[in-house]
């Protein structure tokens, strides 16, 4: 079983700052891209940044030069830092992570944690 927690979400003010957190445990054999993903009231679920095993990272354009994501591959934890937000950030954060359960399996995709409200709001 793999577990996908996540932590940080809240409520902030514009031009503030917020830090997400997303620790995966359980029976973990290789961790490969982590992700976050974003879903506001009636719209559909968006890429907001991606982080490979190389620590090679991309970004929606809606969130580049605010957003940044991490990963510590000792905790296998995912972190996205969020800064100078906008009331538009509103939306329920899902982290993503691609991995192996075992080195006989196949790396799957299909792993997200239950998600976080950050709502962005004087």
């Known amino acids: 079983q793999v577990q996908l927690v996540e932590s940080g979400g809240g409520l902030v003010q514009p031009g503030g700052s917020l830090r997400l957190s997303c620790a995966a445990s359980?029976?973990?054999?290789?961790?490969?891209?982590m992700a976050w993903y974003r879903q506001a009231p009636g719209k559909q679920r968006e890429l907001v940044a991606v982080?490979?095993?190389?620590?090679?990272?991309n970004y929606a354009d809606s969130v580049k030069g605010r957003f940044t994501i991490s990963r510590d591959n000792a905790k296998n934890t995912v972190y996205l830092q969020m800064n100078s937000a906008k009331p538009e950030d509103t939306a329920v954060y899902y982290c993503?992570?691609?991995?192996?359960?075992?080195?006989?399996?196949?790396?799957?995709?299909?792993?997200w944690g239950q998600g976080t409200q950050v709502t962005v709001s004087s």
């Open positions: 993503n992570i691609r991995l192996q359960v075992t080195r006989f399996q196949l790396y799957d995709n299909n792993y």
């Open positions: 982080i490979t095993s190389s620590g090679t990272t």
């Open positions: 359980g029976s973990i054999f290789s961790i490969d891209t």
